[in-house]
DNA sequence: ATATCTTCCTGGGGGC
DNA sequence: TGCCCCCAGGAAGATA
């Protein structure tokens, strides 16, 4: 569920409420939320146990807590998947329906005392991860000051907002591809961050058909398609974040409220903005995509005429 | 090797 | 009220 910008709101919660304090004790209620840590949970919980976070980092939607008091350096690494959430909880709270994990924190006045991960469809997850060098270069990702990277995350590639990526890496990544513009961007491997609500929202920014395949896409296409992606998800991000409902929150429980901006994700049947502004009238169209949608403006993103016969 | 399909889960909402 | 089916912000691993 979470993408870029609800991730690094999350992310900023998290570095200003844990950053600096340690982990007195650690609960895993269920042991799938775990899973990708291939030692099992108690050794989860043992090593991790004593750790001090020393900085929260971010690369697309993989979010991870760099730990001082290990032997070899590793992260705790955090992947919300459809529905996880991380909240910042005094110990006193009522446990959440789906509680998975507790990290209860050094003391630090005026603070909730512990941390919470908290997910309804357990696709998201906890684990240690070793730290390895970034393979790309230069630091880490936007909202990063690391030049490492959690093993496990390291094939992730450079997200929307990471100043280091170049629209021309962005341009011949796709060139390479032969598969629909949509598919693309949602690779993680090619651009990370994105997800299905900012896909559409950024072809629809851009004009473009998420049907388009790749291996013809231009560079002042590309340059477009880029230039949405960065906007729709700054806006985003100073919005706090799309929240549909209550599974979207920050790690203080609060909703972000971009779902008022978006002009094409979950539209369906309603006027298409843009064509509203330009005196014309278009209903925005939803088509089954990747056993989900894709919502379009027929007007505004084309489909590509079809080739005569010759 | 590359591209696409299947699977991991729970719950809300609509139709009957 | 209940049941069944569809749908949902993701991505690893299997399969073609």
């Not at 696709?123 to 730290?131: D, E, N």
């Amino acid at each position: 569920m979470p993408e870029l910008p609800e991730v690094e709101v999350v992310r900023r919660g998290l570095d200003k409420w844990v950053r600096n304090r340690r982990i007195d004790a650690v609960e895993v209620l269920d042991p799938r939320s775990t899973r990708r840590h291939l030692d099992g949970p108690e050794d989860f919980q043992q090593t991790l146990t004593g750790c001090t976070v020393a900085s929260v980092v971010r690369r697309g939607k993989f979010l991870w807590m760099e730990l001082d008091g290990l032997d070899t350096p590793a992260a705790l690494v955090a992947h919300l998947g459809m529905s996880g959430q991380l909240l910042i909880e005094e110990s006193d709270a009522p446990d959440e329906k789906h509680l998975k994990v507790r990290l209860s924190l050094s003391d630090l006045a005026d603070t909730p005392a512990e941390l919470r991960f908290v997910d309804q469809r357990i696709f998201g997850g906890m684990f240690l991860s070793p730290l390895v060098p970034t393979a790309d270069s230069k630091a880490g990702g936007a909202g990063s000051i690391s030049a490492f990277i959690p093993q496990a995350a390291s094939h992730i590639a450079r997200d929307v907002l990471d100043p280091a990526r170049s629209v021309e890496d962005l341009y011949l990544s796709l060139r390479k591809k032969t598969t629909q513009l949509k598919r693309a961007i949602l690779d993680q491997e090619i651009i990370s961050g994105v997800g299905n609500i900012y896909a559409d929202e950024a072809l629809w920014q851009a004009g473009l058909l998420g049907l388009r395949n790749t291996a013809t896409i231009r560079r002042n296409e590309v340059s477009r398609l880029n230039d949405a992606l960065i906007d729709v998800m700054t806006r985003a991000l100073a919005a706090g974040g799309t929240s549909f409902d209550s599974l979207y929150v920050n790690v203080n429980g609060a909703s972000g409220y971009f779902a008022r901006s978006l002009n094409a994700y979950g539209r369906e049947g309603k006027p298409c903005l843009r064509c509203l502004d330009n005196g014309r009238e278009s209903l925005i169209r939803r088509d089954p995509f990747m056993g989900r949608s894709s919502y379009t403006c027929p007007v505004c993103q084309p489909r590509p005429r079809r080739q005569p016969r010759a």
